[in-house]
């Protein structure tokens, strides 16, 4: 493992001599000389990465072997459309196929590099500085390491810092780390080695911000060296290859192509091996190929990928590069981090200890609706003196406001207002006089309080220190007795082993004419209690948890939080929590032991950007598809590396959105649940499509061979084939989107959820593919053929057309006795086991509406002129119709024999 970025050189160990003289600075800031040269060596302070030219980008689209040979086969007959062949519109549409899925990839492609530009985004613009004793206004660019800045509330960090003073300073890491709580800094030496970002307390980090107090801070890093820039750096480099859906793809679409083209060169040999004409052989051999490949499958792919981000879209799931909406049902682990996702992000009061009772709390978030239970049965606060004591004291020491909304404030402090809401304390009753803020030297905070016309001091702070303030405690009744304070320790124990922020009250009443409050005031208080909180997992969550588990999906969580509080967390939602790992243990290991604990452990804590991205590769070169959720800066490059990168809508930066594949409108795990179901809900309709539309296609390659076959002994073959080439570019391109488009709209499937993962490895290419090209394309052909032989074969005198007419009706017929097999197996083919009888008739509409509309535009072409003409077809007697529909039956009972033999026998699957 690498060392966390920051780290390389710890900043965060030395003291300020030491900052000092290593930077070769002083308190007063660098000289504009020194600065000047600092600048020409280190470079600006911003990041700059090379763009790909977008022409690079649109030339890589047609790298794809499909769109190669897509090309190649329009040359082709574009040359034979110039020597007088009728395969103008068959070069039309495969190179307007080719053009549409350019620009789809180039426009995914192009989202890429949106990450960096929402980090570059993120850079300040200007900083106040101290140079040669002077503070002045500098453009952030010109920063270097050894410079002095002057932060205050509300300021945006220019640069990673080391702070040297701080007043009461707490920094907003949240895009950095993605925990909410602003953290308070401290000027001292830490010590330790490998810490994260987020337990280097005295350390200021590019694009966070201040969001109270003041410090001084002297830059140690700069552009590419912050963590931001190696954030950055990682987000360039990461490459999550190819999804499983574009790996199978590619294995298919080679495998294919190579038989295809190999079948063609064939045709074409044994056409002139048999004395044909040599361009007749070609044009066979072309119009081989031309109904073999499926032209309309990049196409079919594209829709389906896209109609099921329009349905995860609607269940809150926003895709935002379409192969994503397929990798989703592939996937074996997730990846989540703790707070917003798996958990309400709002810290909540759980439990509280009032004279000697423990009490737990119901209801989350800035919900002021619960109740207050002990022994498990619910009792009224207002019944209950020390109860309502405590709660007075975290409501009215506090500076949280509440609002129909929720709330404003510190979250610790909002989750103490609503506690005391649940019991139905108001603001109104109570003024403020005085307070003593919080201090982290002193770890309390008071308020002195004129509250039912008595003058009330409340304090609250770390339960060791508030006990030494107290000499009485209240009684069950309200009275004051003598405090024992180790019950009240003992207790405080057991909420932190429950991993929950624990703090203590205390209240004391005053004289009336108490004005000045002091900190010697806090001496001889009865002590109230204790209020434990949590951020607490979302119920929705532990139910998603659950049925991942019913899906073979592993639920790993990953956060920078306490390892007990993501231990204790886990726990509740269900995810194995027997070990925790930290990023420091992490960084001890090397690639082999990363592989091995990823397989044991499910909850990692203290994490750094680097440790998730490690996580989720060692977890793939295990063999698993991985999804990994994030909302800050620092998850972007995990994000990218991750099969499907999964990034939080409300609170997510727009670094994590643009690195993601995914982001959740409602920042809820139970949404990936969701879109994991219709990922394989649409792996599954286009497992059905390509079922579909191979046989077919095949089917029409059949009729090409087998006419080049029959030719020798079949005079009527040698003369035209049984479809023209323009009829099979109609097959292809009508029925593909009025028959095969349908299959996408099919319904779920019961029981997706209770279906282990699919193996990635899979082929497509596989025993039953086979098997169903061969059984169907000969289904779907033989009627082909014999109706152009049954009803064309008079016109045709040795080897001499005599009726013109008849030939073409005898095509004709053909065309639509193709129709109709299609018919037959599309019906079925909506399950790839269960028998069409199975199945609601009605459940599909489309298909039904794709059935209707296919005979209708088929009788364009028979029955128009003009079309006619065109498609090479005619309208043959009425009492060839009984003849014809019967072609519907024998791929119906193809099918439905296939899958009946497969229910029969398992292994056959």
């Not at 290593?22 to 600065?35: H, I, N, W, Y």
């Not at 064939?266 to 072309?286: E, I, K, P, R």
């Not at 001496?523 to 929705?540: E, H, N, V, W, Y």
Request: hydrophobic share 45%; with cysteine; glycine share 8%.
């Amino acid at each position: 493992m690498p060392e966390p970025p920051a780290t390389k050189t710890a900043w965060y160990r030395q003291s300020r001599d030491e900052l000092l003289a290593g930077l070769a600075s002083s308190p007063t800031g660098l000289t504009e000389e020194v600065a000047a040269a600092r600048l020409e060596q280190y470079g600006p302070n911003e990041l700059v990465f090379r763009k790909t030219p977008a022409w690079v980008r649109f030339l890589r689209q047609f790298k794809d072997p499909m769109v190669i040979i897509l090309l190649l086969t329009a040359l082709v007959t574009g040359t034979l459309t110039a020597l007088g062949s009728h395969m103008l519109p068959d070069t039309v549409v495969i190179a307007g196929v080719v053009v549409l899925n350019a620009v789809l990839g180039f426009v995914q492609e192009g989202k890429a590099e949106g990450a960096l530009d929402a980090l570059r985004n993120m850079m300040v613009q200007e900083c106040l500085v101290l140079r040669a004793g002077d503070q002045r206004r500098l453009p952030a660019r010109q920063l270097v390491p050894g410079d002095i800045v002057v932060l205050e509330g509300g300021d945006r960090i220019p640069a990673d810092v080391r702070f040297l003073e701080v007043s009461n300073s707490h920094v907003d890491e949240s895009s950095l780390t993605g925990e909410s709580v602003p953290v308070q800094k401290q000027a001292e030496p830490l010590q330790g080695s490998n810490l994260v970002p987020g337990d280097q307390k005295n350390m200021g980090f590019s694009g966070t911000f201040l969001t109270q107090g003041t410090a001084r801070a002297i830059v140690v890093e700069t552009g590419r060296g912050t963590v931001f820039g190696q954030i950055a750096d990682m987000v360039k480099a990461a490459d999550k290859g190819l999804t499983p859906l574009q790996r199978k793809m590619k294995e298919f679409v080679q495998t294919l192509i190579i038989a295809i083209l190999a079948v063609g060169a064939v045709n074409f040999g044994y056409g002139v091996y048999l004395g044909y004409d040599t361009a007749y052989s070609f044009l066979g051999a072309v119009s081989l190929v031309v109904a073999a490949i499926p032209e309309m499958l990049p196409a079919l792919v594209t829709s389906i990928l896209a109609l099921s981000g329009v349905v995860m879209a609607s269940r809150k799931a926003l895709i935002r590069k379409l192969p994503a909406a397929e990798t989703l049902g592939a996937t074996s682990v997730i990846c989540s981090d703790k707070t917003g996702t798996l958990t309400e992000n709002r810290m909540t009061v759980t439990r509280v200890y009032a004279a000697g009772m423990t009490y737990e709390v119901t209801g989350t978030g800035y919900d002021i609706e619960g109740q207050f239970r002990y022994q498990q049965r619910p009792v009224p606060p207002l019944e209950h003196p020390a109860l309502v004591q405590l709660l007075r004291c975290g409501f009215y020491c506090n500076n949280a406001h509440l609002s129909g909304a929720g709330g404003s404030g510190d979250p610790t402090e909002i989750a103490l207002r609503i506690s005391g809401a649940k019991a139905e304390l108001v603001v109104d009753g109570a003024q403020r006089l005085e307070d003593i803020p919080f201090d982290s030297s002193t770890r309390y905070m008071a308020v002195l309080v004129q509250c039912d016309g008595r003058r009330l001091l409340f304090a609250k702070g770390a339960p060791e220190v508030i006990v030494r303030m107290c000499s009485t405690e209240a009684g069950a009744t309200g009275r004051h007795k003598a405090f024992d304070p180790e019950p009240a320790l003992q207790t405080a124990r057991g909420f932190a082993r429950d991993a929950l922020r624990t703090l203590g009250f205390a209240v004391r009443e005053m004289p009336a004419d108490h004005g000045d409050l002091c900190h010697d005031d806090l001496r001889d208080m009865c002590f109230a209690g204790l209020q434990g909180m949590i951020d607490p997992p979302k119920q929705s969550a532990i139910e998603a948890v659950a049925l991942c588990g019913q899906a073979g999906i592993r639920t790993v969580m990953i956060t920078g939080d306490h390892p007990d509080t993501a231990q204790a967390v886990a726990r509740q939602l269900g995810i194995e929590a027997a070990q925790v790992l930290t990023g420091a243990e992490l960084s001890e290991l090397d690639e082999a032991g990363l592989r091995e604990v990823t397989e044991q452990v499910s909850v990692f804590a203290r994490v750094a950007p680097e440790h998730k991205q490690a996580i989720a590769q060692a977890l793939q070169a295990n063999g698993h598809v991985v999804a990994m959720t994030g909302d800050g800066v620092n998850d972007a490059p995990a994000l990218k590396v991750a099969d499907i990168g999964i990034a939080m809508g409300i609170s997510g930066t727009e670094v994590a959105k643009e690195a993601s594949d995914m982001v959740l409108a409602d920042d809820n795990f139970a949404t990936i649940v969701a879109a994991v179901e219709e990922g394989r809900h649409a792996w599954n309709n286009l497992e059905k499509a390509i079922l579909y539309t191979l046989p077919t296609n095949a089917a029409q390659a059949l009729l090409i061979m087998g006419a080049i076959l029959l030719a020798a002994s079949v005079p009527l073959f040698s003369v035209r084939f049984v479809l023209e080439p323009v009829q099979i570019l109609w097959i292809n391109l009508l029925d593909s989107v009025l028959l095969t488009m349908p299959l996408m709209m099919e319904p779920k499937e019961k029981d997706l959820l209770r279906q282990p993962p699919r193996n990635p490895d899979a082929h497509i290419i596989n025993a039953l593919f086979l098997q169903r090209v061969v059984l169907m394309g000969v289904a779907i052909a033989a009627p082909g053929f014999l109706l152009y032989h049954h009803f064309g074969a008079a016109a045709v005198v040795n080897g001499r057309i005599v009726d013109e007419l008849l030939l073409t009706q005898a095509q004709t017929a053909a065309f639509w006795g193709i129709l109709l097999a299609h018919f037959g197996y599309v019906i079925s083919a909506r399950s790839i086991y269960a028998s069409a009888f199975t199945l609601n008739p009605f459940s599909n509409p489309w298909l039904l509406a794709g059935i209707a509309l296919s005979t209708l535009i088929r009788f364009i072409p028979t029955l128009v002129p003009g079309a006619a003409a065109l498609f090479r077809t005619a309208s043959f007697p009425l009492d060839w119709w009984p003849l014809i529909l019967l072609c519907f039956l024998p791929s119906f009972l193809a099918i439905e024999g296939d899958k009946l033999w497969r229910r029969l026998w398992p292994k056959a699957r």
